[in-house]
């Protein structure tokens, strides 16, 4: 039968214990002396401890980070942080600058491009205009109001200056209570030209610091007036063109009818004072073809508009016109390749 014997102690065996340990105690004190040394002559980084007199230290911010280190996610930034924004939200709110109702190019606004939903989607850097608008019954009367209106612009939260915006008034009609009144109009209109990619809120609003009335009602003060879009940016949006838009802005044509003929399409020109563009005069950096079509209210010219030798300046249009035109006042709009909006507007056109 086996059996496990424990080896019992000599004094031999005592003797090569003490002198085990001694030797270790030797060699602990040996690498006390050298550590320390090291410590002294900078071979170890130094930490210092935080003074014991201090009951709250101040964090220690580290400004660099080793190379072996990780540096730390979004998950692990603390609650503290400031907010990282969205790869969806756009940053910095574009440059919104003052834009005339009267200028040529008739630019679509963000309210006729929302519809109902006050959603829109557009492509990068497409030109659109923003604007409210406020009416009364009479000059006296708007202008008491306009006094007491108080404008806010948010694009993105950001606060948007009111001299970025110009100011139009124009008369109009007006349905109020089932009847038709005639009605004078202030219009803030700014100009975005530079849309990035991303998402934007756009909000403006009017507050009535005192009450007021129309002259149709009563009207409370801090009465808010709000105006809230949803703009997408983005490359994917659908097409539109305005390359050649701008040029037309400063240019002022004078539009001139022609005789009607019965039975025969309406014939007018536009009177440009430093030629036609594209087609009498040269633009730089342009060489492609330039087309002109015109429009007069829902009635379309089926032939481009055509430069004549001979009649320098003119650009000349005819439209088939609907019946009931004639001796009426309707809309007259040019358009020309290269510019997805009418390059000379005129909303009061008297039609012979």
Same mark, same amino acid.
């Given at each position: 039968?086996?059996?496990?014997?424990?080896?019992?102690?000599?004094?031999?065996?005592?003797?090569?214990?003490?002198?085990?340990?001694?030797?270790?105690?030797?060699?602990?004190?040996?690498?006390?002396?050298?550590?320390?040394?090291?410590?002294?002559?900078?071979?170890?980084?130094?930490?210092?401890?935080?003074?014991?007199?201090?009951?709250?230290?101040?964090?220690?911010?580290?400004?660099?980070?080793?190379?072996?280190?990780?540096?730390?996610?979004?998950?692990?930034?603390?609650?503290?942080?400031?907010?990282?924004?969205?790869?969806?939200?756009?940053?910095?709110?574009?440059?919104?600058?003052?834009?005339?109702?009267?200028?040529?190019?008739?630019?679509?606004?963000?309210?006729?491009?929302?519809?109902?939903?006050?959603?829109?989607?557009?492509?990068?850097?497409?030109?659109?205009?923003?604007?409210?608008?406020?009416?009364?019954?009479?000059?006296?009367?708007?202008?008491?109001?306009?006094?007491?209106?108080?404008?806010?612009?948010?694009?993105?939260?950001?606060?948007?200056?009111?001299?970025?915006?110009?100011?139009?008034?124009?008369?109009?009609?007006?349905?109020?209570?089932?009847?038709? *009144?005639?009605?004078?109009?202030?219009? $803030?209109?700014?100009? /975005?030209?530079?849309? %990035?990619?991303?998402?934007? @809120? #756009?909000?403006?609003?009017?507050?009535?610091?005192?009450?007021?009335?129309?002259?149709?009602?009563?009207?409370?003060?801090?009465?808010?007036?709000?105006?809230?879009?949803?703009?997408?940016?983005?490359?994917?949006?659908?097409?539109?063109?305005?390359?050649?838009?701008?040029?037309?802005?400063?240019?002022?044509?004078?539009?001139?009818?022609?005789?009607?003929?019965?039975?025969?399409?309406?014939?007018?020109?536009?009177?440009?004072?430093?030629?036609?563009?594209?087609?009498?005069?040269?633009?730089?950096?342009?060489?492609?073809?330039?087309?002109?079509?015109?429009?007069?209210?829902?009635?379309?010219?089926?032939?481009?508009?055509?430069? *004549?030798?001979?009649?320098?300046?003119? $650009?000349?249009?005819? /439209?088939?016109?609907? %019946?009931?035109?004639?001796? @009426? #006042?309707?809309?007259?709009?040019?358009?020309?390749?290269?510019?997805?909006?009418?390059?000379?507007?005129?909303?009061?056109?008297?039609?012979?």
């Amino acid at each position: 039968m086996e059996q496990n014997v424990s080896p019992q102690p000599t004094k031999g065996g005592n003797k090569l214990l003490i002198g085990c340990l001694v030797a270790g105690l030797i060699g602990f004190v040996g690498l006390v002396i050298l550590g320390g040394g090291a410590y002294y002559f900078g071979l170890i980084p130094q930490f210092a401890a935080a003074p014991a007199s201090v009951a709250n230290p101040e964090p220690v911010v580290t400004t660099e980070l080793v190379a072996t280190e990780t540096a730390p996610t979004l998950e692990t930034v603390p609650a503290t942080e400031l907010p990282v924004a969205t790869a969806t939200l756009a940053s910095t709110p574009p440059k919104v600058e003052v834009y005339d109702l009267t200028s040529n190019v008739q630019y679509p606004s963000l309210a006729v491009l929302a519809g109902d939903i006050n959603a829109v989607t557009i492509l990068p850097n497409q030109p659109t205009v923003l604007e409210m608008h406020w009416c009364a019954k009479g000059e006296s009367t708007l202008s008491k109001m306009t006094n007491l209106m108080d404008l806010t612009v948010l694009i993105n939260d950001t606060d948007i200056p009111a001299g970025s915006f110009g100011l139009v008034t124009y008369q109009t009609v007006l349905e109020i209570n089932g009847k038709k *009144e005639s009605a004078l109009c202030n219009q $803030l209109t700014g100009l /975005v030209r530079n849309w %990035s990619e991303g998402e934007y @809120t #756009v909000k403006l609003s009017l507050r009535a610091t005192g009450a007021y009335n129309d002259g149709w009602k009563d009207h409370p003060a801090d009465e808010v007036q709000e105006l809230s879009y949803n703009v997408s940016v983005t490359p994917s949006a659908s097409s539109a063109e305005w390359g050649r838009c701008e040029m037309f802005e400063d240019i002022k044509a004078e539009l001139v009818f022609l005789d009607p003929e019965p039975k025969k399409p309406l014939g007018f020109y536009l009177k440009f004072a430093n030629g036609v563009p594209g087609l009498e005069t040269a633009i730089a950096g342009d060489d492609g073809d330039w087309e002109y079509n015109a429009s007069i209210d829902e009635a379309v010219s089926d032939k481009k508009c055509t430069f *004549e030798e001979g009649y320098e300046g003119r $650009l000349y249009c005819k /439209v088939q016109l609907l %019946s009931n035109y004639a001796k @009426t #006042v309707r809309p007259v709009s040019v358009f020309v390749n290269g510019c997805s909006w009418p390059v000379y507007y005129n909303s009061d056109a008297e039609i012979p």
